[in-house]
């Protein structure tokens, strides 16, 4: 028999490329909310949604659809979380569930913890999944399929309201595993938030070179720049924001990063050939864990 939907009424606000990607999964398998809400302050955004059919419901009040909601997810800009989450939990109901998708946590746990009315809890998680592509066309159903989700429940969560949550993404297709604020950001960092800083960057120099060479770089573009830049197509808002909340520890992380590419330089100026060997085989090695893990 089918999971009855662990939800009566979800809002998704902001039904962009996560959110979209939830309300898809949520029509497909019937398994996470029995009536679904779609709120964004964009009528272009709702009349697509509207036409897409991946919603019972479209509203622009995002506050209406809260009273209503057993949980709401935000899937919008980080920087615009703490506004958002202010203006609507006011209006949530005991026993509801406020989450957010936020891939910088900072201090989100504890500043919307403190504001959380009698009966109602906050369970963040943010998918490891996503595309370069964003609005309500560029979900789909799977886009969390086998992917990791981090839930960060601040301290002092209600157990059974993690528990429904981390339920919800497993039904999503994900695989969960919980941490901290602080060291959510550490590892995102990492594998998230400096690859797309390289990515935007080296676009930049490629646009700087001259006139002739530039043409020809992209022309010629091979799969190593295609590849590696690819996530360069993210949307700029986004990764502004994700850029200037995450600072310190993104600015710590490339420093270590800027401390290992030279001594990769200082090796290949000193022609020091164990040394390239070493460092190479050591990306290779990380590499091929990465893509074993992915199939296995």
């Not at 949520?26 to 059919?53: C, F, M, Y």
């Not at 999503?172 to 590892?187: A, E, L, W």
Request: one cysteine or more; a negative charge.
């Amino acid at each position: 028999m089918a999971d009855a939907p662990l939800f009566d009424t979800l809002t998704i606000v902001g039904p962009g490329l996560i959110g979209s990607s939830i309300l898809r999964r949520a029509r497909q398998t019937g398994a996470l909310a029995r009536h679904l809400i779609a709120a964004d302050s964009s009528p272009d955004v709702l009349n697509r949604v509207k036409e897409l059919g991946i919603a019972d419901e479209v509203t622009a009040s995002l506050t209406e659809a809260a009273a209503k909601s057993d949980a709401v997810i935000l899937c919008i800009p980080t920087g615009a979380i703490r506004t958002v989450a202010t203006t609507i939990l006011p209006h949530m109901k005991p026993g509801s569930i406020l989450s957010d998708v936020a891939s910088v946590r900072n201090t989100l746990g504890p500043d919307i913890s403190v504001q959380l009315p009698e009966g109602v809890s906050y369970i963040p998680a943010h998918p490891m999944a996503g595309t370069e592509y964003s609005g309500p066309d560029a979900g789909f159903a799977t886009l969390f399929e086998d992917r990791w989700t981090l839930l960060v429940p601040p301290e002092g969560s209600a157990p059974e309201a993690i528990c429904l949550m981390e339920e919800f993404w497993k039904r999503c297709g994900s695989r969960t595993r919980q941490m901290t604020d602080h060291y959510h950001d550490q590892v995102c960092a990492i594998v998230s938030h400096l690859p797309h800083l390289l990515a935007f960057t080296i676009c930049n120099t490629a646009d700087r070179l001259s006139t002739d060479l530039q043409t020809d770089v992209l022309e010629y573009a091979a799969s190593g720049f295609r590849d590696f830049t690819r996530i360069a197509a993210s949307d700029p808002i986004m990764w502004r924001d994700i850029f200037l909340t995450n600072k310190d520890i993104l600015l710590a992380t490339f420093k270590r990063f800027e401390q290992d590419a030279h001594l990769m330089v200082e090796a290949i100026q000193g022609e020091d050939i164990e040394s390239i060997m070493s460092i190479l085989h050591r990306g290779r090695h990380i590499r091929q864990g990465l893509t074993k893990d992915h199939h296995s």
